[in-house]
């Protein structure tokens, strides 16, 4: 099992930053590709940004390009989301997972055997 814990989400103005961490712990997570998930309300779940298990190869959702940065410390077991330049639309509930599936075709978590932390909450105002 892996416990991930999200932190750093907070209220923000239009075209402030936030950084997000996501602590890991029990089972090692330096095996895995992680990722942020995010939900807004009235809205399904979409896929932010992911890192594969050695932090060479990087993933983003098109809206976030240029704007986030994924990266991993293996030896903390820890993962950051750096946002900059955010916007009222990236306003949601951030989720760290563990265990990301991507491809050419996108990431998806590698449900059944992924892992989610609670959430962490990021507002942007405009």
């Known amino acids: 099992q892996v416990q991930l814990v999200e932190s750093g989400g907070g209220l923000v103005q239009a075209g402030g930053s936030l950084r997000l961490s996501c602590a890991a712990s029990?089972?090692?997570?330096?095996?895995?590709?992680m990722g942020w998930f995010r939900q807004a309300p009235g809205k399904e779940r979409e896929f932010v940004a992911a890192?594969?298990?050695?932090?060479?190869?990087?993933y983003y959702e098109d809206s976030v390009k240029g704007r986030f940065a994924i990266v991993r410390d293996n030896a903390k077991s820890t993962v950051y989301l750096q946002m900059n330049s955010l916007k009222p639309e990236d306003t949601a509930v951030y989720y760290c997972?563990?265990?990301?599936?991507?491809?050419?075709?996108?990431?998806?978590?590698?449900?059944?055997?992924?892992?989610w932390g609670q959430g962490t909450q990021v507002t942007v105002s405009s």
């Open positions: 997972v563990a265990n990301v599936h991507c491809s050419a075709y996108g990431c998806s978590p590698g449900f059944p055997n992924d892992y």
């Open positions: 029990g089972r090692t997570i330096n095996s895995y590709t």
């Open positions: 890192i594969s298990w050695s932090g060479d190869r990087t």
